[in-house]
Each structure stands twice: as structure tokens, then as C-alpha cells.
């Protein structure tokens, strides 16, 4: 095993301070070797500070054995490739850490490393690269198996195709001592708690190490006798020779005894049936309510043992784990006993083995009638036993994996499983799976076709919540649990399945259709296809699909044909959203007086006798007395100083199935809507008022030379205001509500979707008229915007006022002016002197140039305000907002 | 570069490399080890010597 001999430069540096020797002849090189393990050793010995006698007692033993370790055999494995090993360690490290962190600090590393090799190191590196990888493949190994690790994607824990044959112990120190220090030694504690099993595949300890003198004096056990004790371990029962050690949690042979090792060896291997039986057993019973009633129940008798546990058992099951977690134990329990029926099987063997050789022509004549003749032994027992262990391997691995798990978790768990590989697995698991998930699909099916949920555990992936109102029944009743849906169902069927147990309530319930849902759940539960259960998986899919669809058809029918669903959008749209013209109209023209007034002296019910005088007034009054009846004033929450337009808003009511559709939350939308177009009709409104009253009655202030500029520039800015008052509306009638509308209407044309997605075609609907009505407050921007158009309305509003004001002082001027005319027609008769300048005269004027001034300040602050809107617009993400830019602004720039 | 930095380098590679791998093993056992090896030990059989030396000195 030695190499050639390397460079002393080398040697010398990487021994730190060893004796710079040129190794020529063979001794020195052993013994510098011995030395390097020395100091190795002496390294690893150095006293521990917390216990500081704990010296250095047997470094020689150990160097020694050390020695012996580097001169053994152990051959290297067959990759002595630099690029592979460097491959394999990229890979694990990139298996470990997802980020690629390591790997690539390690690539880096190898890149360094690749650069400083000379001739000396180079032969020697990737040794020590495979050194790292063994010793960090042996860490790996104490985490987890690599089984385990294959399986890690599923969650699968692995379960061992063939029986292990265990390494043998270690030559140092002895059998037992590397049993009881392989866990505590782990060096990375996370790891040390977890369930502590049998090591290295060893379920019987067995002192094989005697000194020849002493075997004669100990007990040498027949194989009969040996498998009988076997049988008993089998069921849990100690043996004669071999029992079981609770605190180490495994068989121990009896120290009086001697077997041969090949036996022993053979007994190893049995035991592992016994020790998982007993694992299982345990643990299923402890599921029970009265596990101690139930293991009275089991007969303590040898051989006849055979399970009536199952059925006692299985009727007693604790409640609280759930139905779900009953059926794995009935499950489990059904597997038990043909573990049971084997172990019978077996002593039947057994027995015959035992008899004499006479009645061995009994024996059913077959094939291997002489094999059977010879009965029992150890090798075919091991054998016979092979498929069985197998079983209770993957029992006991599902048993383990189960615990904390419940309901949907638990089937989702064992229907991991059905992905396991071997065929015989998938079986075994199919067959569980059939039993553990009655209960599920019991429930199931009662949710699907009737709608009712019989959880009584909480096992369900639906939960409901009794509190909830039936109001908002659809949407908060009940949930969905991601976490309870078996795997086997899958995300996209759950979901029609919740779905159409809602829908079922929502008719039952919100529609008063019982008759409806009772007469379809009789036809399906005699319908061939109404069998629900574990298997196939399509034909599941198939008919929930069916059902799913014919059930959301059926509601979407009641609420466009019955509860007239489109009646109502179209009444929404018409009143909240103005679409009804004539009525806005006639409801400005007569609101106008109540409105101006403060809030807080406002009566709802005085708008109200409006409001029904305005329908009466307009075509409005054809419309559907059901939808007139549900229209309704409100007056939204009075601040100080709010006049009347600020808390006007028209309602609409909906009652229990339509207002699934319009939830609390659209019919503030529709109100913040309403608000807003109110405001924009309102400047509308009277900006034509005051137009009007200009080309009506500015003729008769023409000869007012001072007066005539303010009315020349009023005119200017009024024509401005009503074009940007009529482009906005513009847009937001047709390119933002009726646009929106013609997606909607669309949509609702086909009828087709469950009424999740319809209410989400609403809300989409309604947010679509929100945000790019200028209305969303989702980008900072656009909040700007909102209040940036409600600050322009005001400006035009106060520049109304500000106008009608100059119109009076005007119509005071030319009443005086014409006083004074005809005053002065009669006082040329008079006396002259009195046609002096009136003093009044003086004031008017000033309070004219004042108005006027203000007037202008306003003009300019409402130029300035457009244009920052207009910069807004400019800048705006929504592309169709850019058009409005340019028809917003008057001179078209 | 002369050998000894050179190798001190190359050391301090390894040494960073078995840290990423968490093998906790520390400078000095390492260069031991390098030693070892370049004196032709069969590194499988010195990571059982090092497994073993934990698992007798458990710290």
C-alpha cells in the first residue's frame, strides 16, 4: 500500500516540523508514517478541558489500531478520477444548499487548488479530495440514508427492498460498545434525536465472543428449540433464550447460551420481523381509546394469539384522531392479521416438523414434497419470511410517517406511497388506501350531493364556519383547506368539489330551491356513477367535472332567469352610474336648491319625495317597478361644513341571492362612482346654467364700457371650462363605462363559469371603470390625479360663483344706471345743481373691480391647475389616458 | 512562488474545501493527512482511521 516516495520539500512543510528524512529505505518510511498517526492520534486525544484526567491512557492501543486500519485492504473505490471526484462533491454541496452558494465557493476553491499544484502535490490531491468525500459521504450516511435522500423530493420515507446482510462490527472495541456509540458519537447533534432504531440493521444482540473453554459449559439450543422462540418473538413474546430489551429496544440472546455465528447471524435477520411487529403493534394500540382493555382482550397464550385484538381494537379507536385515522388503523390492523394467519401457517410447519417421520406421507403431494417434509429451519423460515418482512417494513415506515398527521394529510401521506416504485409496495399501498379512505369518501360524497357536511373531526378539506351570516354565505361560509386535500384528488378537483357542495347550500339556502337539490341527490345516489371510492381516479374526475358544470349552469340560470341578475347590472349602471340621462337631469334641476344648503339640515326624506317625482318626471318610469322599489337616496356621513352635494349619493338595494354578486365592497364602488360623476354632472350642470344665462342676459351689460372686459374674459374661461367638462365626460361614458360594460356584457352573454367567476367578471368590471376612470387609488399617480380633478371642479365652481356675483353687481349697476336716467330726466326740471356724483356709485365700482380681480385670480389658478393635470396625464403609464391629454386641452398644443 | 508558500496555499484551499463540506476537521489533522497520503496511504482507509479516532474520542 505504500506509494512511491514523495518529494522531502513537500513532506517536510505538510508534516509541520516532521524530521526532514529522504525516505530511501522502506523502515523509515513506516515509521515516519507510524509517527504522522501518532501525532494524528495524539490530536484527537488531547485531553478534553472538562475532564482533564482523561488522558492520553491509550494512545498506544489506538495508534496501534490505527495502524492496523491504513494497513487493512480497504480497497479504493473505483472512480480515483481528480474530475469525478471534484463532480461528486459539486453535486452534493449543490444538493445541500439550493443556492449554489458552496458550489460555487467550492469551484473557485477547485480553480486554486488546479493553479498551485506542482508535480509534488498533484498525485496526492485528489486523494485527499476523495478523503474529504468519504468522510463526508460517512456524514451523510449518520443523516440519512441515501435512500431517504433519494425519496426526500416525495416526503417518501424509504422503505428497504432486501433484508440488509449488516456490515460486520467493527474489529474495535467490540460488538456491543460500537452499538450503543454509534448515536451518542454522531458528531453533528441535530441529527441525534431522531427516532432511535436498531443499528446498522441489527435487531438481536448475540455475544458471539467467548473464550473457547467457556462454550462447553453453556446451553447449545436445538434449531427447534431456536425457532420456536422465534415463532414467539414473531407475535411479540418473549422466548425462552431470546428476549427483549426494552431499554436498549431490541432482542437479546441470552448470555447463557452459545449458538454458531451463522445462526446467529440467521436469527439477527428474523428478529427484524418481531421487532417491527412489535413497533407497529405498539403504536396502533396506543391509537386506541383502551389499548389496555384491548391488550386484556388479546389472549396471552402462546400460539393462539391470533388477533382478536383486530376486532376489539378496531371498534374502539380513540375519537379524537378521526375517522380517517380509524379507517388506517382497521387498515393496518387487517394486515396483522394475515401476519397472524402466516404465523399460524408456520407453527402448522412447525408441528410437523416435529412429528414423527410416519405421518410425513400426509404431506399434500407436490413438487417440493421433500423439502416440505424436512418441515421448519432457520434458513427457510428466513425465506418463507421474506415477502411478510417486507410488508410490515412498509407498515411500520407508514405507521412512523403517519404520526401528527389527520384526515386529508394522513391519505395524501399514504397515497405518497402508491409512487414508490416496487410493484409489491404499490399493491399493499392500494389495498390500505382502499380501506383508509372509505370514511373520506363517504363524507365526500355526502358533500357533493347534498351538500351537507358530516366532519364530525374536522377531517374534511371544507370547513365551515356556522357563524356566518346567510347573507354572506358564497363568499366567507365556508373554506377550503389546502392542507386536508388528498393527493389522489388533486388542487383542481378539490376545488370543484368545494365548489359544488357551496353551490348546493347557496341553492338550498340563498335560493330556497331545496327541491332542487333534494330531488338531485336522489338521482344521483341511484345512479351507477353516484359510487364514489378509491380507485378510479378518471372516473372520479369525469363525474365530478359533470357535476360541477351542471350545478354552476343551474345557477347561474336561477340568477339570470329568477332573481334577474342583468336587470339589476343594467338598473346599477343606469342610476348609480348615470346612465339614465333625462333623470340625472331633472334630479339636478330640483336638488339644486336643497343641496346648496348645509349637510347637516338636510332630510333624507325630502330628497327622497324628490327623487320619486324625478322618476315620475323622466322615462325612468318604465322602467321594472321591482328595480324603482330597491332605488333609493342616502346621505353618506356629514363632516362639518359639507354642504348637500357632498353627501348626496343614490342607493340601490339588493337582497339575499343577487347580492352575493354585489358584495358591501362593489356597492361602495359604485357609490365612490356615483359621487364623482354626481360632481362632474353637477359642474357640468351649471356651467350650461351659466352659459345659458350669459347669452341671454350679457347683451344688456354691452354699453358697460368697464364691465364689458371682465365679461369678454369670463366668456373665454367659461368655454374653456365646459369643453374640458364635456371631453372628460366624454371619456368616461364611452371609452371607460361603456367599454367596460361591453367586456362585462360579453362575458355574461355566455353564460358560462361557476358564480365565482361571474362575481370576479364584476369586481373586474368594476375596477376597470374605477382605475382608469381616473378613480384608483392604486399608483400614488393616479390618487394625484383624483384629487387633483376634484380640486379643478371646485375652482370652476367658485369661478361660477364668483361670476353670477359680478352678474349681479352688473344688473345693480344697470338698475342704478337706469334710476339714475330717468332721475335725471326728471331733475332737468329740477334743480341741476343736484345731479352730483352719488357716493354709492363710488362703492359699486370698487366692489365690481374687486369681483372682477377675483374672478381673474380664479381663471388663472384654474389654467394653472389644468395644465398640472394635463403634465399628469402626459406622464401616465395608462396609454389611453394620453388621448384624453389632447382633447382635454383647449388650444390643442 | 516558492514550494512551502505554494503549498501552504494549496493546504489552505483544502482547508477551506473540507469546511465547506463540513467535515470538521481542522488545519493541523488536515496537513497530516495530506502528509499521510502523499506517503501513500489509502485515503478510504485514513477517513475510517479518522471516524474511528472520533468515535474512541468522542469531544
Known sequence: MLGPPSQPSAKHQMDQGQPAKTETNKSDKSAAIHNAVARLVSIFARPNPAEPNKTRENTEEVTAFCMRILSSRIAPTAATDSNHVVDTIKKRLTRRDKSLKDALAFTSLCFTIDNSVTTFLSRSLFFIGELILSMQADLLDRRENPLDDAFAVNGLKSVRAMPEFPKLPQVFPDASVSLDDTETADPIPKYSNKPRGPCNGYYLIANTKYPSTDVDKMMHPSESELLRDIM????????????????????????????????????????????????????????????????????????????????????????????????????????????????????????????????????????????SAK?????????????????????????DSSAGLRGGALLSMVHG???????????????????????????????????ELNDPFQEFFVVEDANVEEEAMWRSRYTLKNEMIPSFLGRSVAKKCYLIGKSLNFIRFCCAEEAFVIQRSQELATSPSGLLEYGDMAALEKSVTSAYTSISAHILSLLFGKYKLMTHLQALKKYLLLGQGDLVQNLMDKLGADLSKPANSIMRHNLAGILESSIRASNAQHDDPDVLRRLDVRLLEVSPGDSGWDVFTLDYRTDNPISTVFPMQSMHQYMKLFTFLWRLKRVEHSLSVSWRKGMTEYTSFRNMADMRHYFHTSSIVLSEMIHFTYQLQYYILFEVLECSWTELNSYLMKRTGDLDQLIGAHNKYLNNITSRGLLAATASNNQNLFSMLIGLFDVILKFQTSLSNLVELAEERLMESKQRTSR???????DPRLNAKEPTNETLKDRISAEGANMDEIAKTYRADLQVILEALTSHADINLHGLRVRLDYNAK | MDPAAQARATLDALHQVSQLLQTGLDRETLALCVSLTEMGANPEALAQVLKELRRIYPS
Not at chain 1, 421448519?376 to 407508514?398: G, T
Request: charged content about 20%; hydrophobic content about 40%; aromatic content about 12%.
Open chain 1, 824 to 830: 335725471d330726466y326728471e331733475n332737468q326740471f329740477l
Open chain 1, 417 to 451: 406511497y402508491m409512487n414508490h416504485g416496487d410493484p409489491f409496495v404499490q399493491e399493499l399501498v392500494e389495498g390500505l388506501l382502499k380501506q383508509i379512505s372509505a370514511p373520506f369518501f363517504q363524507m365526500l360524497k355526502r358533500w357533493i350531493y347534498e351538500g
Open chain 1, 232 to 371: 414467539y418473538i414473531f407475535q411479540d413474546i418473549d422466548g425462552q433464550y431470546i428476549k427483549f430489551n426494552p431499554a436498549l429496544d431490541i432482542f437479546v440472546l441470552s448470555d447463557k447460551v452459545w449458538v454458531p455465528p451463522t445462526t446467529c447471524e440467521n436469527l439477527r435477520l428474523l428478529s427484524e420481523v418481531g421487532w417491527l411487529y412489535r413497533k407497529v403493534k405498539s403504536v396502533v394500540s396506543s391509537w386506541s381509546a383502551n389499548s389496555s382493555a384491548s391488550a386484556e382482550a388479546e389472549p396471552r397464550g402462546r400460539f393462539n394469539a391470533f388477533a382478536p385484538s383486530a376486532a376489539v381494537a378496531a371498534s374502539t379507536h380513540t375519537m379524537e384522531e378521526g375517522l380517517i385515522r380509524q379507517g388506517f388503523c382497521a387498515g393496518i390492523q387487517k394486515e396483522l392479521v394475515k401476519h397472524f394467519e402466516l404465523i399460524a401457517q408456520l407453527e402448522n410447519q412447525f408441528t410437523k416438523s416435529m412429528e414423527p417421520v410416519g405421518s410425513e406421507q400426509n404431506v399434500p403431494s407436490s413438487p417440493s414434497t421433500e423439502f
Open chain 1, 375 to 399: 418441515g421448519l429451519s432457520l434458513k427457510r423460515l428466513l425465506v418463507w419470511i421474506h415477502e411478510p418482512l417486507q410488508k410490515l417494513r412498509l407498515i411500520q415506515v407508514l405507521v
